[in-house]
């Protein structure tokens, strides 16, 4: 199973940015799918998840702001952020579980959000 994340960058407060994790070695369509986020000093936190069947949940800290959503067809799960903030910066990481359960990670993307 492989992860792999896109799309961090440096975008000033009030900015947005759309993050991407392409999928593969899964049946993508019936896995739930997550994002992540680690800032400096501080534990790996949920962001936000979509399940297979396009349930999604948020964080209390992103709600209103973030959007997740996924494209079976192109085996690919979003994380859309708008009204970004500096306390948004941190690496962010998409999670899925393999046939085992076991988490799968992918690399990271870095947003960074300062002015």
């Known amino acids: 199973v492989q992860l792999q994340a896109s799309g961090g960058g440096l975008v000033q407060p009030g900015g947005s940015l759309r993050l991407s994790c392409a999928a593969s070695?899964?049946?993508?369509?019936?896995?739930?799918m997550g994002w992540y986020r680690q800032a400096p000093g501080k534990q790996r936190e949920l962001v936000a998840r979509?399940?297979?069947?396009?349930?999604?949940n948020y964080s209390d800290s992103v709600k209103g702001r973030f959007t997740i959503s996924r494209d079976n067809d192109k085996e690919t799960v979003y994380l859309q952020m708008n009204s970004l903030k500096p306390e948004d910066t941190a690496v962010y990481y998409c999670?899925?579980?393999?046939?085992?359960?076991?988490?799968?990670w992918g690399q990271g993307t870095q947003v960074t959000v300062s002015s």
């Open positions: 070695g899964i049946v993508f369509s019936i896995k739930g």
């Open positions: 979509i399940s297979s069947g396009g349930y999604t």
């Open positions: 999670q899925t579980k393999n046939y085992w359960q076991e988490d799968v």
